[in-house]
């Protein structure tokens, strides 16, 4: 196997090198022959232009029309940078068609240095990226722990030509993935000459300052190109601190203060903290808060009864003082930074006889910077509690101790160092006198991914603070070891010194990699019909693939274990063989149908096998400048290898909400809290998982309006349906359902539906949810299934508009629009398939306004994103002293809340100072609107971040072009 893979490889740089190699060789050559090739330019123009037919994404079978029978949008580069988009993730997802995926600040984010793209709103895992018509590897790191994913973050922006977007179904043609649609990211293939791009810019409230530097360049001859990329970027970190209105748990809506925290203030987060055999805190010394700057604060703790729906104002218990982090998340990541450095080389070469070579190599190096919380003593299990402390003389039930970025000497950051390499060489060319096209290409593509990050060594603090164990003693009849808490050093700050005696960072690496061969035969004229010519095209693949995950292997105990205490290890291979084809016939001189279909075969250690597809389209043009369309087709996902390999993870956890118990004490809020006990988390993989099935149909117009020339107008009619899907069923679905299933009710009040109560599942669910004798959970199992079913549908429209004028310039405006009218989804077929389209953005809409002088360019670009329902929707609201009745009862009112459109409008003014330079000023979010807090929002992250609102605030950037020749 190991001369297998190496032959592989040699045999793809031998080619690849051949093919880059051949554009410099014949560069002296052609040197001279360039200039009156470019002197001819204006007899050329004087030829009949005859239209180039293109293969469009959508499509294998190469055609003049841009429009074709599925809806494909359309982004060039310069309007991705004239719209004030610094990477592909933003401005893919500012598209109208996608939703929020997993955000990277999320605390425990698996993948802090990545970007999802969740088109449909059908999750990161059921799309497909394509660069160059060709797969890239997945992201090695998982979403959530569990599903795969493409990485839009770290593909340079300087080589981009232009991007397409289908979204819909379309794996007939592509295969797996393409379930919700493809992108395509078409590169520059032909450039003359060499242009440095300079930007300058960054947040005006401060953090995110943004630098990147960028040379394209290109050169040609008779027979061969070449174009090269270098790009060099920054991208500093937002942290809380940069926005303290969201630094503190504190900040939560008032509608999250219940009657304890709008008497007494919200009980935030301990930084230092006792607490006695009574679970009651124990005051620290005088002055011990403070010494630790704005890091701590005194806090004294109390609570009231409650009789009803009134609070006992003089039933007041009180817990005693401890030091509280007054800002806990003021050094948590809001938005990860990076530093992006790229090089890519792409090249062709015409051997003659209708042959040409070509090849590419592309190496794309990020840093990304994040963090959430710094190492801190915590009662995790295998250590110490409930013992007795000879140093105060009390019994110590629990005990929290924060370490600060000054005893650390720094702010123990993680780094995440990845390496992505894309490797490509091909053969082309044609045959039966040019009425066949083929191409021939293999590929290989690597990701590496290195996370260095501050570890925990819980064993090594608890020595530290608490020394070794001095024998036991007996309290009230009970047996209890006997520790000496070192009060000088758990009060007062440590030294980095002290800090280096027990602290430890590590390493997690994990690798994903993707071999292709890929032999694609097509042609607009196989055979004469009566209607006219019919188009072919076929694709035959063959792909290896693999990733393995290598954590730190010191593994994850009391004496090492990484910041999120996550153990995430597993790896495997994946073999495909494809065969597709599609044929377009034309059945009148308006009418034109296209059928396709698609076979793969898997070879790994799921249950997938064999995947069959096909997909028909129509394509009706009653006359010049009015298209009708539509298509149907199936569609599949392919189980995702970390679902497949991934080995059984173990986690452990201690904010989380217990539902259970929150039913049980009528906390009908329920957030999320720092528990006194911890439980592990255990998630494991599912080798018998099947493909995901589904289909798709689209139908709908494009119009060009007569008597306004330049005016189009389209709208597509769309749904997407996966049946047999997969599911994890995560950690807080297993708690949410455990306590529907026992008590019959969801943590609101309302009646529990969800599933049947003694159902199989039910019954399933309560054996995952492990707990001790007083209630306290000790272990939660979750994993995936083969059972969901999800439909999604929807409306597309856009407008397009270009006004060419002979002395005021040129004048362009776009117009995009999608209402998402369903999202049905159910886990099990006995659970309710229900309209949610709500509880995520139900339309948006982006437009772009451009004007284009002699000197002059001015674009003002728009984007929004529709109202969703607030926090605590549907349930009822909170009374004016902090008790939150149940659903039925007469003081109940029913909270019909809504977050507010997000909005955002941004500009760019450019200016060309000759035909070598020009420069651009832009603002982005120019009324600087930033997320705001619900009235109900309570936890990190405070803001709806499913309408893609953020704390980024106002921004500007500065670009200066200067072509070098």
């Not at 232009?162 to 043609?173: K, N």
């Not at 995440?416 to 044609?430: F, H, I, K, P, V």
């Not at 290195?450 to 819980?458: A, Q, S, V």
């Amino acid at each position: 196997m190991h001369h297998v893979t190496m032959f592989r490889r040699n045999a793809l740089t031998g080619a690849l090198a051949l093919a880059l190699l051949l554009p410099l060789g014949a560069l002296a050559q052609d040197a001279t022959s360039t200039a009156p090739a470019q002197a001819d330019t204006g007899k050329a123009q004087k030829k009949p232009v005859t239209l180039q037919k293109i293969v469009v994404t959508g499509s294998l079978i190469p055609r003049v029309e841009v429009e074709g029978p599925a809806p494909v949008v359309t982004i060039t580069g310069e309007q991705l940078k004239r719209e004030g988009f610094t990477t592909v993730y933003e401005v893919m997802n500012s598209i109208t068609q996608t939703g929020v995926a997993q955000t990277p600040p999320s605390w425990g984010s698996s993948s802090v240095n990545a970007r999802q793209l969740n088109l449909r709103n059908l999750g990161s895992g059921r799309s497909l990226l394509l660069i160059d018509g060709h797969r890239v590897s997945d992201y090695p790191q998982s979403s959530g722990a569990s599903t795969n994913f493409q990485n839009y973050n770290n593909i340079p922006t300087g080589m981009i030509d232009h991007i397409e977007i289908l979204a819909t179904g379309a794996s007939s043609l592509y295969g797996s993935d393409a379930v919700a649609g493809v992108v395509n990211i078409i590169l520059k293939k032909h450039y003359e000459g060499d242009d440095v791009q300079f930007s300058l810019g960054g947040a005006t409230h401060g953090g995110r300052e943004y630098g990147d530097l960028n040379l394209v360049g290109g050169r040609s001859g008779d027979r061969w190109h070449l174009v090269y990329n270098l790009e060099k970027s920054h991208r500093d970190a937002l942290w809380g601190r940069d926005r303290p209105y969201t630094d503190s748990e504190a900040d939560a809506g008032y509608g999250a203060y219940d009657y304890n925290a709008r008497l007494f203030g919200w009980n935030t987060y301990p930084g230092l903290a006792l607490t006695n055999a009574d679970g009651n805190y124990i005051a620290p010394p005088a002055n011990a808060c403070g010494q630790f700057g704005n890091n701590f604060a005194l806090r004294h703790s109390q609570t009231v009864s409650t009789t009803g729906h009134t609070v006992n104002t003089n039933d007041v218990t009180d817990h005693g003082y401890y030091c509280t982090q007054p800002a806990l998340f003021a050094n948590w990541v809001l938005t990860p930074g990076s530093d992006n450095t790229d090089a890519y080389v792409a090249g062709d070469y015409d051997l003659g006889g209708g042959l040409q070579l070509y090849g590419s190599a592309g190496l794309w190096k990020t840093v990304g910077t994040s963090n959430t919380e710094l190492p801190f003593l915590y009662p995790m299990g295998g250590l110490p509690n409930g013992f007795y402390d000879a140093t105060s003389g009390q019994v110590i039930s629990n005990y929290f101790r924060q370490l600060t970025p000054q005893e650390l000497g720094s702010y123990g950051n993680t780094h995440d160092r990845e390496q992505n390499w894309d490797l490509r060489a091909g053969l082309r060319g044609s045959f039966m006198d040019d009425r066949f096209n083929w191409d021939f290409m293999l590929g290989q593509n690597k990701y590496i991914v290195h996370e260095y990050y501050t570890g925990l060594n819980e064993q090594g603090m608890f020595d530290f603070f608490f020394g070794p164990q001095q024998g036991t003693t007996t309290v009230n009849g009970e047996t209890l070891p006997v520790y000496a808490l070192n009060s000088q050093r758990f009060w007062n700050p440590i030294t980095p010194a002290q800090y280096q005696s027990f602290g430890v960072s590590g390493e997690n690496t994990a690798v994903s990699e993707l071999d292709q061969a890929t032999l694609n035969v097509n042609t607009d004229e196989l055979f004469n019909l009566w209607a006219g010519p019919v188009g072919f095209a076929a694709v035959l693949e063959a792909v290896h693939q693999s990733f393995q995950l290598s954590p730190d292997p010191r593994g994850n105990d009391t004496h090492f274990g990484d910041p999120f205490q996550d153990y995430i290890t597993g790896g495997g291979t994946r073999n495909r063989i494809s065969l597709g084809s599609e044929l377009r016939m034309p059945l009148t001189s308006q009418v034109t149908w296209t059928l396709s279909g698609r076979l793969d075969k898997y070879r790994d250690a799921s249950a997938a096998d064999v995947a069959r597809t096909w997909g028909s389209s129509l394509e009706w043009r009653p006359y010049e400048g009015l298209l009708l369309r539509g298509g149907y087709g199936t569609n599949f996902h392919a189980p995702d290898m970390q679902y497949i390999y991934k080995n059984p993870s173990v986690s452990q956890v201690g904010i989380y909400s217990d539902y259970f118990q929150c039913i049980q004490a009528g906390d009908r809020t329920c957030n999320a809290t720092q528990h006194s006990t911890y439980f592990q988390s255990y998630l494991a993989g599912g080798p018998t998982l099947n493909n995901e099935t589904g289909h798709s149909w689209t139908y709908g117009f494009v119009w060009q309006i007569p008597g306004v020339q330049g005016l189009s107008v389209s709208a597509d009619y769309w749904h997407i349906g996966i049946d047999n899907g997969i599911v994890n069923v995560g950690q807080d679905d297993i708690l949410k359902d455990e306590a529907g299933c026992r008590t019959g009710l969801n943590v609101d009040g309302s009646p529990y539906i969800a599933h049947g109560l003694g159902s199989s599942y039910c019954r399933s669910v309560i054996a995952n949810v492990k707990r001790d004798a007083n209630g306290n959970i000790t272990a939660v199992y979750s994993g995936p299934i083969n059972e969901s079913q999800l439909y999604v549908s929807g409306i597309d429209a856009s407008l397009a508009y270009t006004k060419p004028t002979e002395h005021w310039g040129n004048f362009s405006l776009s117009i995009d629009y999608t209402d998402n009218l369903s999202y049905k989804e159910r886990r099990l077929q006995s659970d309710p398939l229900e309209n949610t389209r709500y509880d995520r953005v139900a339309s948006r809409v982006r437009g772009t306004a451009n004007w284009q002088g002699n000197r002059w360019s001015v674009t003002v670009y728009g984007e929004r994103a529709g109202s969703i329902r607030a926090n605590n929707y549907d349930g009822c609201e909170i009374l004016d002293n902090g008790i939150k009745p149940d659903l039925g009862d007469p003081d109940c009112v029913v909270y019909k809340g809504r977050i507010r459109p997000w909005i955002v409008w941004s500009g760019s003014v450019g200016y060309r100072f000759s035909d070598k330079m020009n420069l651009r000023f832009g603002v982005t979010n120019i009324f600087d609107n930033k997320g705001e807090i619900p009235y109900y929002a309570g936890g990190f992250e405070f803001i709806p971040t499913l309408q893609g609102a953020n704390y980024n605030g106002r921004e500007v950037l500065m670009t200066v072009n200067y072509k070098l020749d």
